[in-house]
């Protein structure tokens, strides 16, 4: 069943470890302000390795896309609730401004990245609708 | 004197029926779910004693459950049968499913309020290299976790419901897990190591 594909999977997992890596730049100069091109660089890379995973999962032509909305919608609105309770906890604990527009990208781009990551390695075995 | 002789009892029977599989065991939501609560309430409430009891009791049961499994269950799981590693999956697995997310929410959003009250957080804190290394470590475990053991924990779950279910997949699958639980536990003990430097 699992035949071979683009690098769907490895680009979800790259785009996640660019943003882990953003937010612990940013958290470890807290509660001063880094230089933060380096975290531009890293969430602009993510957001790109997440644009390729979705017109690469929207070129597939043999795959079980019942499956893969099934688990990424789930997965979806369970990663929207935790998203949201991280993000009061940014606001409750008076993130602003720069800083607070650069942990949201993090954190929307992580909403959305895992549940890919999620429904592609399932529907990747699963047979094709 | 005539000795009976031994009956040997068949050893080769049908295969075990499988459980019915729940991908998430809705019994258990409740629990997950008033977990989950109550640590909302004690960081809106910024209930000191509360916020320290979630990070110590989460952190406690995410980490020795992380080591328990990839250091004792896990070897064990490597050297069962493939129909044995299936019936033991279809029974563990969703257990995992609820149980894992709600450890590490629970650790992860307590430990990060209990350290912004202490002023840990503060880049001034004398040993704020080791919160960082914490911070590392955390995210090194995320990345496996998300990338690697999650999806192998639900794919395995997903090909279980299927009539008939493809051994072979779910062995290649349960060696991914096994493996990514061995890291995240070997990443366990960095976090003891660190945490207990923090405190001392």
New interface residues.
Partial sequence: MDVRRPPIWECGVAALACVVVSVIYLASYLPGKPNTVPAYVLLTAATLLIVAQLVMIGGLSSFSRSSFHEVAGWSLLAYVVIGGMIEYVFLRNHTRGEELVLLTWGLVLFIVDVPLILGFSVARYQRAD | MATAAPTVEPTHGPPPALPEIQIVPRGGLPFAAAAVVGL?VA?AGNWMWAIDFFHVVGGGAWTTLDLFLGFVLGPIIGRMSIPARIEFSARFMPKLVLLIPTLV?MTL?SG??LA?NLGF???SYPR?GW??AS??VV?IM??IA???L???N??VL??LKKPQP?GE?IAKLMKRFLYTAGITGVMQVATLVIMTRIAT
């Fill in positions: 909302i960081i929410t959003a990060f309020q912004h957080l503060d880049s704020h919160i960082v911070f590392i995210g995320a990345v998300i990338g690697y999650e999806p192998a639900i794919a997903f090909e493809d997949l």
